[in-house]
T-cell receptor
Framework: KAGVTQTPRYLIKTRGQQVTLSCSPI?????VSWYQQTPGQGLQFLFEYFSETQRNKGNFPGRFSGRQFSNSRSEMNVSTLELGDSALYLC??????????FGPGTRLTVL | ELKVEQNPLFLSMQEGKNYTIYCNYS?????LYWYRQDPGKSLESLFVLLSNGAVKQEGRLMASLDTKARLSTLHITAAVHDLSATYFCAVDKGSGDKLTFGTGTRLAVRP
């Protein structure tokens, strides 16, 4: 089975721009979660989608948003980028066992 | 709010030695996960512990869960260099819930 894929793998943006990251879950998995990883804050939960509905949301400002499509693929969007948004963004999918399997991540650098 | 603490944060150990990483969490949860992360890479699922007293072993790693003490341990037996990585424990409160991660333990195994 193919794993979780994320695109792009690396991204460089400037402050004020917006960015869209994409995640394709493992085939058959309907839940997709997003996490932000930074050296200072560690791994923090952004949001979780299941069957196109956001079920859970972390403590991030409204600049961070996401959605899920009918094929379970998910996108997250960050608007008005700030320097502090530089991070590794990880997507994870889960199926019936609830174990979350992580993708390779998108490394976002904001200049 | 669920809090997860790991210790130590950094562990330098000699090949062939044994050691234990500890993971404490603050509220009732019966689901605990261990992940491994290599530098610049994503998270690899190691163990899922779903009940009190659960013990799982894979190679030189063994994980256990004591839900009464809200404690999980990851024991390393006869460490080898290939085990050098950062190890995270994570907890959730049920299906569809977010993962709350510990700070991670960076393990360096030296010859």
């Amino acid at each position: 089975k193919a794993g979780v894929t994320q695109t792009p793998r690396y991204l460089i943006k400037t402050r004020g721009q917006q960015v869209t990251l994409s995640c394709s879950p493992i085939s058959g998995h309907r839940s997709v979660s997003w996490y932000q990883q930074t050296p200072g804050q560690g791994l923090q939960f952004l949001f979780e989608y299941f069957s196109e509905t956001q079920r859970n949301k972390g403590n991030f400002p409204g600049r961070f948003s996401g959605r899920q499509f009918s094929n379970s693929r998910s996108e997250m969007n960050v608007s008005t980028l700030e320097l502090g948004d530089s991070a590794l963004y990880l997507c994870a999918s889960s199926g019936n066992t609830d174990t979350q399997y992580f993708g390779p991540g998108t490394r976002l650098t904001v200049l | 709010e669920l809090k997860v603490e790991q210790n130590p944060l950094f562990l330098s150990m000699q090949e062939g030695k044994n050691y234990t990483i500890y993971c404490n969490y603050s509220t009732t949860s019966d689901r605990l996960y261990w992940y491994r992360q290599d530098p610049g890479k994503s998270l690899e699922s190691l163990f899922v512990l779903l009940s009190n007293g659960a013990v799982k072993q894979e190679g030189r790693l063994m994980a256990s869960l004591d839900t009464k003490a809200r404690l999980s341990t990851l024991h390393i037996t006869a460490a080898v260099h290939d085990l050098s990585a950062t190890y995270f424990c994570a907890v959730d409160k049920g299906s569809g819930d977010k993962l709350t991660f510990g700070t991670g333990t960076r393990l360096a195994v030296r010859p």
